[in-house]
Structures are given as structure tokens and as C-alpha cells.
């Protein structure tokens, strides 16, 4: 059986979460990755998406914007630039946002740039779909 480990998600400003996870599915600039106690450690750049954090069987989704993820077998810390509450994110912060990436990626100069632009306002069509 699988137990817990130590997950993290930090801001700038302070600490957003610190529970005892039973699984968190992180979004990696390389593709998703699921973490489970006991993972190999891992040092990875964050995309725009959502990490899905799995604990006592209860699931809560956060929408990260860029950062980066540091793994070890009992701990997942997660520096985020911006995070928000899936369930929380209003329409009117959802707009804002989109404006925002839309700006980001219409002033973008270089491929990586236009990539990670594109990717978040790709991913805050679909949060604003869905909040619709």
C-alpha cells in the first residue's frame, strides 16, 4: 500500500497548501507526471495547467501558472508563481488572466515564450469553458 508524503505548494508571497498527500499529478513543461510516496527525485519546470492533489481520497484542483516542482520520496514542493482554487476562480479572474496571456503571447520574442503563452491561454479557454 501506498502511504502519504509531504506536498507543498508555495508562493512568492507564502505558503498556499501544506497537506499529506496521497497523490498529486503535476503539470511538467515535459508532459504530466504523477507523484505517489516513495517517487524517484525529480527537479522539473512547471507548466501552465492544473495539479490535481489527491488527499484522503478527496481531490482538489489548483491552476498554476508557471514554477517549478522539486520530488523527492516524501516530499512534493511546488513554487508556483500564481496559483488559484479551480472551484474558486471566478469569471471575472478567469477574463483577467486570459487578457493577461493573451498580451504575453501577442508580445512573446522567442519560441519558448510563445510556447508557454499559448499554453496558458489555451488552458484558461478550458477552465473558462467549463466555468461557463
Known amino acids: 500500500m501506498a502511504g502519504t508524503f509531504r506536498f507543498e505548494l508555495v508562493s512568492p508571497e507564502r505558503v498556499l497548501m501544506a497537506v499529506d498527500a496521497d497523490q498529486v499529478v503535476v503539470p511538467g513543461t515535459d508532459g504530466d507526471f504523477t507523484v ?14 492544473v495539479l490535481d492533489v489527491t488527499v484522503g481520497g ?19 514542493t511546488v513554487l508556483a508563481e500564481k496559483a488559484y482554487d479551480v472551484d ?8 483577467d488572466e486570459l487578457k493577461t496571456a493573451e498580451a504575453e503571447l501577442a ?13 496558458l491561454v ?5 477552465l473558462s469553458a467549463r466555468a461557463a
Open 58 to 76: 478527496t481531490r482538489k484542483r489548483l491552476f498554476v501558472k508557471s514554477g517549478f516542482v522539486e520530488v523527492d520520496p516524501s516530499r512534493l
Open 107 to 119: 508580445s512573446a520574442k522567442d519560441d519558448t515564450a510563445k510556447r508557454m503563452a499559448n499554453t
Open 36 to 49: 505517489l510516496s516513495g517517487h524517484v527525485p525529480v527537479i522539473s519546470t512547471l507548466r501552465p495547467g
Open 122 to 126: 489555451s488552458e484558461l479557454k478550458q
Open 88 to 95: 474558486e476562480l471566478s469569471a471575472a479572474t478567469l477574463a
